[in-house]
């Protein structure tokens, strides 16, 4: 499956703070992080407990309003955005998974597919190759509880592909799946990866973190360190390489 490219950096993010005020308390969530993730790349973000990492992708999907910086999605700055326009630009340009896989459980699991596709221009043939793709199409009009939690999360794979997002985020995608189906998870996210999908992952796994390109570690919300994991598939030299970045 090839894809279409343009030339719009599909993600670039510029000093974002974002603050939780508890009572007394001001935790600073993310404090002036930058980043900018290419077409195509595959960047995995790991981080202790609270580090910052779901309000990092939270704050990428613009589902999180940022105290300060910005997020730019496709040259779109979300912060500039509307509520309506917002949304709209969500549905069309990011795709979201989370680790509880957000089905709607009274809709059929191709019809939780289809939801986010805005036109039903040639609908039918997009969503039959993307379920043949993702190796779920005979599983197509089973309701989600009666699936596997693997097949469950490639359906929510699918609805967050269906429009061809600028980019994909998953938040613990694998953190709901025994260790088979997450590294087959993996796999397939590695592959879309290989075939030009732009995807950023939170996890707390090397096992999971291994498939990316690249590991941004956060804490206490600020970026501590980077490292490039150059395609080894060794989650004990990951988790070597991730406590160098700890310590950095
Ligand atoms: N809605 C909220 N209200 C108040 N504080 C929050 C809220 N969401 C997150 N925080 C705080 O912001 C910090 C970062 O939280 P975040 O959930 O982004 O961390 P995380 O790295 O994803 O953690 P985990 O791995 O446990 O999911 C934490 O100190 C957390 O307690």
């Given at each position: ?8 950096v599909p993600l ?24 900018t993730v290419e077409a195509g790349e595959?960047v ?154 732009t ?14 390109d690249r ?34």
């Amino acid at each position: 499956m090839s894809l279409p490219s343009n030339d719009l950096v599909p993600l670039k993010i510029s000093g974002v703070v974002k603050t939780y005020t508890q009572g007394a308390a001001v935790v600073r969530a993310l404090d002036g992080i930058d980043l900018t993730v290419e077409a195509g790349e595959f960047v995995a973000i790991m981080g202790a407990s609270g580090s910052g990492k779901s309000t990092l992708l939270h704050a990428m999907a613009g589902l999180t309003d940022v105290d300060s910086g910005s997020v730019v999605v496709e040259g779109m700055d979300l912060s500039s955005m509307r509520d309506a326009a917002l949304t709209r630009f969500r549905r069309d340009r990011i795709g979201l998974v989370f680790q509880s896989f957000n089905l709607i459980p009274t809709l059929s699991a191709e019809a939780n597919v289809r939801l986010p596709a805005s036109s039903r221009q040639g609908l039918d043939g997009k969503v039959d190759r993307l379920l043949e793709r993702l190796g779920i199409s005979g599983r197509r009009k089973h309701k989600p509880d009666a699936m596997s939690g693997g097949e469950q999360q490639r359906f929510a794979i699918a609805r967050a592909l269906i429009a061809d997002p600028a980019i994909l985020l998953a938040d613990e995608p694998t953190g709901s799946l025994d260790s088979v189906s997450g590294q087959e998870l993996c796999r397939l996210l590695r592959e879309l990866s290989e075939e030009g999908r732009t995807i950023v992952i939170v996890t707390h796994e090397p096992a999971v973190a291994m498939w990316a390109d690249r590991v941004i570690v956060l804490k206490d919300g600020k970026r501590l360190s980077e490292f490039k994991t150059s395609g080894k598939h060794d989650p004990e030299s990951i988790a070597v390489d991730y406590q160098h970045a700890l310590q950095a």
